[in-house]
């Protein structure tokens, strides 16, 4: 029987080769499970496993899973929301999650600075881009990523990190490469701006079980595998 934790030893494998491949530092890529779907007692065993990053797509299953977690005593695991958010529900994320990689509109982005509680830490968040300009596609089309990362930065309770991009499957590495390449250049370009409020722009969240060779290639520095740690999801998003 596969467990979790032979997964992720498998998952951390491939990291390690990727980035020997591309001549990367393995601590300069970081590795989000993506527990959506699965129970508190898989995120669990990852944990138990030493996984301590974890993203989630549905906000209500999320905090559902946050709450159990910590009652079960993981009181140092980071929950990252990957997931759409509608306005009814950024109360929930400002209030329960570490990191939010979805931000693709001003609005959500200023309900969660107001919403964040003070006594926590800035949520931390990543701009996400539409890199592919798939249409009727999550994310901000490359051309105004800029611009919202600098409203963003204006608003308080947030520290925003850099870019999530969730390209459409491409047959092979090459083409893979191709669009994540797009994201790196686009990462790379913000962060020559220098802009006041971007000192912390040092995320690109890129890749995913199928491709995430390819992401680590191109110059991801987290990638976020949830099929590959936890299984076939019986639902959910791809
Ligand atoms: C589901 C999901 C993943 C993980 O996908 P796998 O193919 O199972 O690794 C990564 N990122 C986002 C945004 C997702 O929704």
């Known amino acids: 029987m596969t467990t979790i934790a032979d997964n992720l030893q498998r998952v951390r494998a491939r990291l390690a080769k990727a980035c020997a491949a591309a001549g990367r530092d393995p601590a300069t890529v970081s590795l989000l499970a993506v527990s959506k779907t699965f129970d508190a007692q898989a995120v669990a065993e990852a944990a138990a496993a030493g996984q301590r990053a974890f993203g989630e797509n549905y906000i209500q299953e999320g905090v559902e899973k946050i709450q159990a977690l ?25 209030e329960h999650f570490d990191w939010v990689q979805t931000i693709d509109r001003l609005k959500i982005a200023e309900r969660l600075a107001a919403q964040r509680p003070a006594h926590l ?8 881009v539409n890199i592919d300009a798939a249409p009727s596609k999550a994310g901000v089309p490359a051309t105004a990523a800029l611009d919202l990362a600098l409203a963003v930065v204006r608003l308080p309770q947030l520290r925003v990190r850099g870019l999530m991009c969730i390209p459409d499957q491409a047959p092979d590495f090459e083409a893979q490469l191709e ?13 020559a701006q220098g802009a006041a409020g971007l000192e912390h722009f040092d995320t690109l969240s890129l890749g995913m079980t199928a491709d995430l060779e390819a992401a680590i290639h191109a110059g991801s520095t987290m990638v976020r595998v949830g099929t590959g740690i936890f299984g076939s999801r019986a639902r959910g998003s791809a």
Request: net charge positive; with cysteine.
């Open 179 to 191: 669009v994540h390449m797009r994201a790196k250049r686009l990462f790379d370009y913000i962060r």
């Open 121 to 128: 830490a800035p949520l931390q968040v990543c701009i996400q």
């Open 70 to 94: 910590r009652m079960a005593g993981w009181a140092a695991l980071q929950w990252h929301c990957i997931g759409p958010i509608q306005s009814n529900k950024t109360r929930l994320v400002a």
